[in-house]
């Protein structure tokens, strides 16, 4: 037994500032407020305690976002049996396995550790900002995001700073399957951003189910935002008898500006017939033209598989999409500017976005 | 049976973990498995109890006790200071539970001088209030031992998984029933040990914990605002069934010894009924069978699973075989029992069984398996196990996909298909778009029955 070798290593300790990793865990905002980010070999708890537990519902969005930046964040990680002093948060903790980051601190570091505490904790943050952000790009990032940070020259200058940055930069190339940046052509490119020359007027949404009322609302504005992109003209909704409520109140909540014509169509199914041919039916006559699937919320696994076999011999082949939270890269423009780093973590948003495979 | 007599069972920490194969497999394990195979039971639940963050063990027993409204204490020793310790720095081991008693117990005059936390969660542990040990508590009518899922589940309390963690006990505890029930008898993974035997429980009493989790997680969380529970941001939406049921059902287990639980087949669904014949039974058989769909409902994927790689089998045959699982919130050890009754039946040879987790489910994905590697491991079962920390991103669902396709050089993968909607979509594509022929994808979700493709 072994593991998929993506190396990362537990990196940072840092009180009060800005975690993004892979994916979360997390307890009822009215109950607890407690996230755990987990990255791959490491984790991290953060954890927040509300003076009014009841205005907690509110702020649930904002464990996607901000990392409960605030205080106090822990970190732990794992050093065997864990009973010996690092168990325990301390911001100027660093895990030996740590090297980059510890080369990083050695040298003007150190001695700036010594004599200027304030403004080591500020250069700190400021290099743990940018690792976040870089994690985040490392998870969320489609390729041509990516392509775009590093051939900044914001970023180039950042990274012959910092050891850290290098790191980061080669993690991200190797799980964006790019080589070097220099290397990136339009055909390497995998992500959603990958252009897409023929013109697609209709926007297939599957919804199996999506009994959420915030989330029919994330998903509309993210429809929207889509059918806008695309200059859709047609988005269908695409759903069962026990779905239509769920589909019926995405539609509500489209954005009224948009030309698009919504209409919402049930999944027909005979009683000799599975759910999932029945989905896969309705489907391939909505796909005879070039078109997206949306598949939003959760699905059957039947209906995916199904749908999988269907685009070996399905022509025109359509798009697949998916709806995920993904961070809002705001942020982005302003490292292209070159504004300061700490401004990074006062824009983050995390939203419903439609991924494209 | 009623509840003002306050009873309440005590759910003990089994320390044992002496798996049958403990030669040479060890080094074949890597990463996190290497850690989890040298701790011991209390190593396993702070495991999965800090998502992986910890994987220490601790020097007393730990104790869990429940009451007839649900509500959970654990009892910590004061010889375990550091764990109170990190208990009191980070609310990450007790905001699950409801209350919190650190008790010391001296020897020679049998003074127990403890500390006991109000109801509620977000409480630090108060000290210096009078409390007695667990062992000394007449409230408690029995105290069994049960495995690290157990006694995991029953401490999860609120977390937005504890329901999945339930079910994953009570289907653990159940497995060679299930897997009796899904494939037969002569299912030569009946001669492997179920997960809880890892750890020398009795099946009686993991069965009697299980139920004891279940049902005091689903009372607790009847009882929250409605509003609190569709604050949840999840697509899974979770409905609070049966709370009444459960309530009974939890009062029952208060008052019994033991639960005699089966598994049968009926008109193609699972269904839990009473195996014993007492007063109680025709009670305990309604309650069953009211809860069996949601218990057992999502394990009839196997048999639909069983049935197309049944009919696949031709085609299989003089192959090299590997398989890949996505590892969903839902699954458990349980999962990769039926896995292995499963393949035995099909009557194939595994090589490789890749174990695709996400950064949600990879803690009870890494010591499910541990005990798979350990247990299950044989040929005709899950061959090697290969676990992989994927995520739920589609960048990383490609390049999983493209590591399974430079992996398997030789034969045909059969993906499951099951875990988050990103990572099954994109493998099925991708698999299918870089192995052609050689991905056999399967989903492994019960079959939906026909009923339900009814149109608006």
């Known amino acids: ?82 009973l010996g002093e690092e168990r325990y948060p301390n911001p100027f903790l660093i895990s030996q396995e740590n090297s980059a980051l510890l080369n990083e601190l050695k040298g003007e570091g150190r001695e700036k550790i010594r004599s200027y505490m304030d403004l080591v904790i500020r250069e700190r943050k400021k290099l743990f900002s940018l690792d976040n952000f870089l994690r985040l790009l490392l998870v969320y990032g489609s390729p041509s995001v ?35 940046v220099d290397d990136i052509s339009p055909s390497a490119q995998t992500g959603s951003e990958s252009s897409t020359t023929e013109h697609i007027d209709r926007i297939v949404v599957v919804i199996a189910s999506l009994n959420n009322e915030f989330l029919r609302q994330e998903a509309a504005k993210a429809i929207s935002s889509y059918a806008e992109k695309l200059s859709s003209k047609e988005v269908i909704l695409l759903c069962t008898s026990q779905s239509k409520p769920d589909a019926e109140g995405v539609k509500g909540k489209l954005k009224p500006n948009i030309q698009v014509q919504a209409k919402i169509e049930a999944v027909k199914g005979e009683q000799s017939k599975s759910i999932e041919m029945a989905w896969i039916n309705s489907i391939s006559e909505l796909c005879e033209r070039p078109c997206v699937i949306l598949f939003v919320g959760e699905v059957p696994k039947g209906l995916l598989v199904e749908i999988a076999k269907m685009l070996e011999f399905k022509r025109p082949k359509p798009k697949l999409a998916v709806l995920t939270w993904r961070p809002r890269l705001d942020s982005i423009d302003k490292l292209m500017q070159g504004l300061e780093l700490g401004d990074l973590t006062e824009t983050e948003r995390v939203e419903l976005d439609v991924v494209e495979l | 049976m009623s509840s003002s007599f306050n009873l309440m069972l005590a759910l003990k920490l089994a320390e044992a973990f002496s798996p049958r194969s403990v030669k040479g497999d060890y080094k074949k394990l890597g990463g996190i498995m290497n850690k989890l195979k040298g701790l011991n039971g209390s190593g396993h639940w702070i495991f999965l109890q800090t998502h992986g963050m910890w994987t220490c063990g601790i020097e007393e027993d730990l104790t869990l006790e429940i009451n007839p409204e649900g509500r959970t204490t654990l009892y910590l020793n004061y010889k375990d200071y550091d764990l109170i310790k990190a208990i009191e720095n980070i609310p990450l081991f007790h905001f699950m539970v409801d209350r919190l008693a650190v008790y010391k117990e001296d020897k020679e005059e049998k003074e127990k001088i403890s500390g006991i936390s109000p109801w509620g969660i977000h409480v630090r542990v108060k000290r210096g209030e009078p409390a007695t040990s667990p062992k000394q508590r007449i409230e408690v009518k029995q105290r069994i031992e049960v495995s690290p899922l157990t006694f995991f589940a029953a401490t999860s309390g609120f977390h937005r998984l504890a329901r999945s963690f339930g079910l994953q006990a009570v289907q653990s505890a159940l497995s060679k029933k299930i897997a009796k029930a899904l494939f037969g008898d002569d299912v030569s993974a009946s001669d492997c040990k179920a997960f809880h035997e890892l750890y020398g429980v009795r099946d009686e009493n993991e069965v009697l914990g299980a139920f004891a989790a279940l049902a005091s997680r689903n009372v607790r969380t009847s009882q929250m605002p409605l509003k609190a529970l569709e604050a949840e941001l999840t697509t899974a939406r979770e409905r609070i069934r049966n709370a009444c049921i459960y309530k009974c059902l939890l009062e029952l287990i208060l ?19 009473p195996s014993g014949k007492d007063e109680d039974s025709e009670k305990l058989g309604d309650m069953l069978e009211a809860i069996s769909q949601e218990v057992l409902g999502r394990l009839e994927a196997y048999r639909r699973a069983f049935e197309e790689l049944k009919e696949l089998k031709n085609k299989l045959s003089d192959e090299e075989l590997h398989m890949a699982v996505g590892f969903s919130e839902q699954m458990g050890p349980c999962d990769f029992y ?61 390049v999983l996909a493209k590591y399974l396709e430079e992996e398997i050089e030789r034969g045909k993968l059969i993906y499951l298909a099951s875990g988050p909607t990103s990572q099954v979509l994109t493998l099925c594509v991708e698999l299918k778009r870089l192995m052609k022929e050689k991905a056999i994808l399967i989903p492994l979700a019960p079959r939906p029955a026909a009923a339900r493709a009814t149109t608006a």
């Open chain 2, 255 to 273: 008052w019994r010894k033991r639960l005699d639980v089966d598994v049968r087949e009926s008109n193609g669904k699972l269904q839990l009924s």
């Open chain 1, 146 to 180: 990516c392509k775009g940070i590093f051939n900044s020259t914001f970023f180039q200058k950042l990274s012959k700073e910092f050891q850290l940055i290098n790191t980061r930069y080669s993690q991200i190339c190797k799980v964006k399957l790019l080589n070097h």
């Open chain 2, 338 to 398: 039926l896995l292995a009754s499963l393949v035995n039946k099909l009557n194939v040879e595994i090589e490789t069984t890749y174990v695709l987790a996400t950064p949600l489910s990879y803690p009870m994905a890494a010591l499910s398996s541990l005990y798979a590697a350990l247990e299950l491991g044989k040929p005709k079962m899950l061959g090697d196990i290969e676990f992989v920390l994927a995520s739920e991103d589609v960048a990383v669902s490609k």
């Open chain 1, 1 to 82: 037994m072994r593991s998929l070798a993506l190396q990362f290593k537990p990196c940072c300790v840092e009180l009060a500032f800005t975690l993004y990793y892979p994916d979360m865990v997390y307890s009822n905002p009215l109950i607890a407020e407690i996230d755990l980010l987990l990255i791959f070999e490491g984790g991290y708890v953060c954890a927040e305690l509300k003076k009014e537990p009841s205005k907690a519902l509110k702020d649930s969005l904002k464990y996607f976002v901000n990392g409960l930046a605030q205080q106090p964040v822990f970190y732990l990680y794992d050093k065997g049996r864990g």
